[in-house]
């Protein structure tokens, strides 16, 4: 190919690529939106089967995120060797159509059962989204690539506080009646209507094209050399201090993300709101904060290593880490609703500000074959570690040890914010240190 070619054809690459990256951001919206509906209707499903905020924090969490967990594994290794569209397509159908079973259930145990099905539809898409992303894009731009990728993540989980609150205000009076499954109440409805767009988007996302992986590391025959999740869990061991302080404190900042599931309930409760008006005030603060911490964060570590300031992602996790702390512990203990929703965008921008810095470590100091599997493991250690306690922590600490009282939600939330924060900041701290050492291990 010819230099005149190879100039036309980056632009028309990089085109197509920038719309691979904003397909994928619809469909990371759609997976947060699925999985996050269920904390606007957590009052309904209580009373349909009987529950604590306990057994609710188990449907939010762990049901959820510990398939997602254990699936991310060999996901993230069929990442490295499969076609990567086609796995999430497969992915995201699946999670659709669990998605749907959550509004059939008619039982604790079946909305549960339904539950691990959305996280192990949902575990196939970040590990295989980084991989294609990487191949798509070069390094100066993949930050702000993956920047844009996870704004879905805020459209969706925001979506599922507005879209939900104003379509549930809709809905409250409708019932279906369907062959086998009787009676559907309207939240249960909405459900089977936020799995539609899945069933679509998998489509498109299947007829993408998968591109050529790029920076092999070759064997001593100068062959692509293939890494077993044996030599990706050695690599990442011989490095342990960095790679480890990396995922678990990590994973203590998703803990703020993932008991944000409770916000909309917290507004419900404090201030006597329907999901009508709690959905909007916890989702818009999601879509501004967290859409603001992304692009700033994305465009922020974009620049500095293009001048050459490698250590900037576990730099920029550690500071927003520190700035999670204050609105985390405080809002929700404010008597204000305009207080509350500020502080709510606050803990959205900062959770947003380095979301993406685990990913982009990942891409700065691991060989490329490697890449979906240690993503995979970053983000089983955010499942076990931040999806799970996330929900669960402040559950636990209003049913036993407040009792769910009328006006307790709040305190359980500002506690376990503040359980968290010491623990991730140290911890991101000595991955910084670690990181500025080990970040020239492979060359790129």
């Known amino acids: 190919m010819s230099s005149e070619s190879t100039s036309q054809g980056e632009p028309k690459s990089l085109a197509y690529a920038w719309g691979v990256a904003i397909c994928l951001s619809f469909g990371y919206a759609l997976s947060f939106l ?50 990567r569209t086609r796995l999430i397509a ?8 669990m998605t749907a079973f959550c509004g059939l259930s008619a039982n604790f145990v ?90 679509l988007l998998a489509l498109i996302i299947f007829s993408l094209r998968e591109p050529k992986r790029k920076e092999m590391a070759l064997d001593a025959n100068g062959a692509e050399e293939k890494a077993s999740f044996s030599s990706a869990f050695s690599y990442m061991w011989e490095h342990k201090k960095m790679f480890l302080s990396l995922f678990i404190g990590g994973s203590m900042v998703a803990i703020i993300q993932y ?10 409760r404090a201030f006597g709101w329907g999901p009508e008006q709690a959905g909007p005030a916890t989702g818009m603060p999601t879509i501004i904060g967290g859409i603001a911490g992304l692009l700033l964060g994305g465009y922020y570590m974009s620049h500095q290593s293009k001048i050459g300031h490698k250590d900037v992602a576990l730099k920029l996790a550690f500071f927003s880490a520190i700035g999670i702390g204050i609105p985390a512990v405080i809002m929700p203990l404010m008597n204000s609703s305009i207080a509350a929703i500020l502080g709510v965008t606050m ?13 982009t470590a990942i891409r700065m100091s691991v060989p490329n074959q490697m890449r979906g599997q240690f993503t995979a493991m970053y983000f089983v250690a955010v499942g076990l570690v931040g999806a799970t306690l996330g929900p669960v922590l402040p559950g636990y600490i209003n049913t036993y040890i407040f009792a769910e009282a009328i006006d307790s939600l709040g305190y359980a939330l500002s506690i376990s914010a503040a359980m968290t924060i010491p623990f991730s900041t140290g911890l991101l701290w000595i991955s910084w240190g670690e990181y500025k050492k080990h970040v020239y291990l492979t060359k790129h």
């Open 34 to 83: 699925d999985r996050e509906l269920l904390s606007m209707v957590i009052t309904p499903v209580k009373e349909s089967f009987d529950l604590t905020d306990f057994q609710v924090s188990l449907l939010l969490g762990p049901a959820f995120a510990i398939f997602y967990t254990v699936m991310g594994i060999p996901l993230g290794w069929a990442a490295d060797r499969y076609n």
């Open 90 to 97: 497969a992915g995201m159908a699946l999670w659709s159509v």
């Open 110 to 199: 079946q909305i549960f059962i339904a539950r691990i099905g959305v996280g192990v539809g949902e575990a196939v898409l970040t590990p295989s989204s980084v991989s294609l992303l990487s191949d798509y894009f070069p390094k100066n731009k993949l930050p702000m690539a993956l920047s844009i990728y996870s704004i879905g993540l805020f459209i969706g989980a925001g979506m599922a506080g507005i879209g939900g609150g104003i379509v549930l205000g809709i809905l409250r009076d409708v019932t279906w009646s369907l062959p086998f499954f009787g009676t559907l109440e309207y939240w249960q409805i909405i459900f089977i209507l936020a799995a539609t767009p899945g069933i």
């Open 259 to 268: 008991q944000a599931y409770w916000y909309p309930e917290h507004f419900m």
């Open 347 to 359: 803990v959205k921008f900062f959770v947003a500000m380095p979301l993406i810095a685990g990913t």
